[in-house]
């Protein structure tokens, strides 16, 4: 309820003020996940519709940003040390070979972006655990808000633990992808999919654990392993990293450095500085916006492009009150 006051809020005052501009330093993440060709192809059931986008949505993202006077970029130019100006950052998470519909449009339109793997769901063909739960109890006739409220608890636990309770309760069987767009990569695409110039490959976990819930040494050996994997499918050691469920802590931050990671993308929505990215904690918490869904993109991305508002505040401080939780 106090998070609709605040949007709306933020969007009167987004409308006011209007667009930023382009002169402007800054840079703003959006996180995505699943694309899907039409809307209809959620009806099925398979798939888990959090947060839908259709292909047409992204270009329009895409457009959108650019008629604004954004350029889009990826980990690779903020690494180079090249971002100026407004600068937007397009991230999808998981690693569903869904996302690899989004190639033509990546190449007609020059458009770069981010795709962030699990490299334990690539390895195991299995599908995402969430699917998985949202399909099973779909059938079962379980009310959406009743899935979602189990989906939530069960991302308090370590990732063995989850795909324990979801295989005892739906059997083995039900971890495997029932369709085309609930299906992670095969190996064979994330090795095809580095070959893209404009996409970067980036690490979202081995077993997407959500990292605040694991030991220290589960931390780094999980987002190890995940560096591990791409690498020998991609060449390439990636160097940004997207923590599952945006949850990361001081140990995560530790891990995340020692591994190599140069960025960190949060799911605090929140705008950066390219220029100010200059501590290793600021450039592993960087914030990003995951609001913009289907039937909402101009809306959403009105509210991640305007001035800072006051949920852009509230992230930030939450970002500042985690760092200093990291520093101590
Ligand atoms: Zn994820």
């Keep these: 309820m106090k998070e609709k006051l605040i949007k709306a809020l933020d969007l009167a005052i987004a409308k006011v003020l209007s667009v930023r501009r382009n002169e402007d330093d800054c840079l703003i993440v959006l996180a995505f996940h699943s694309v899907v060709d039409r809307m209809e192809d959620l009806q099925s059931g398979v ?84 699917d998985v739960l949202f399909r099973e109890e779909t059938k079962r006739g379980t009310p959406a808000a009743a899935i979602a409220a189990r989906r939530e608890s069960l991302k308090a636990c370590p990732p063995d633990d989850i795909r324990a309770a979801i295989v005892t309760r739906y059997g083995e069987g039900a971890m495997r992808p029932v369709a085309d767009i609930d299906r992670p990569m095969t190996p064979a695409e994330v090795t095809a999919l580095a070959r893209e110039p404009l996409v970067e490959i980036g690490n979202h976990t081995h077993s997407h654990t959500i990292l605040t819930v694991v030991d220290t040494g589960t931390q780094l050996s999980d987002i190890r392993r995940c560096q591990e994997e791409l690498h020998r499918l991609t060449g390439r050691l990636p160097i940004s990293i997207a923590f599952p469920n945006g949850a990361f802590d001081r140990r995560t931050l530790g891990a995340a450095a020692e591994l190599g990671l140069r960025f960190g993308v949060t799911c605090l929505p929140g705008q950066a500085r390219p220029a100010s990215l200059q501590t290793v904690n600021d450039r592993l918490t960087i914030g990003r916006f995951a609001s913009i869904r289907h039937g909402r993109v101009e809306r959403e991305l009105t509210l991640a492009t305007a001035r800072t508002g ?19």
């Design 47 to 130: 798939l888990d519709p959090f947060q839908p986008m259709t292909i047409q949505d992204v270009e329009f993202v895409a457009t959108l940003l650019r008629q604004r006077g954004f350029s889009l970029v990826t980990g690779h130019d903020l690494d180079a040390g090249n971002v100026r100006g407004p600068a937007a950052w397009l991230t999808f998470d998981d690693g569903y070979a869904n996302n690899l519909k989004l190639l033509p449009l990546v190449r007609r339109n020059d458009m770069p972006l981010t795709i962030f793997i699990s490299s334990g769901n690539v390895a195991s063909g299995e599908a995402f655990w969430w």
């Design 310 to 328: 006051f949920g852009q505040l509230l992230a930030e401080r939450n970002r500042r009150l985690n760092s200093e939780r990291c520093r101590s």
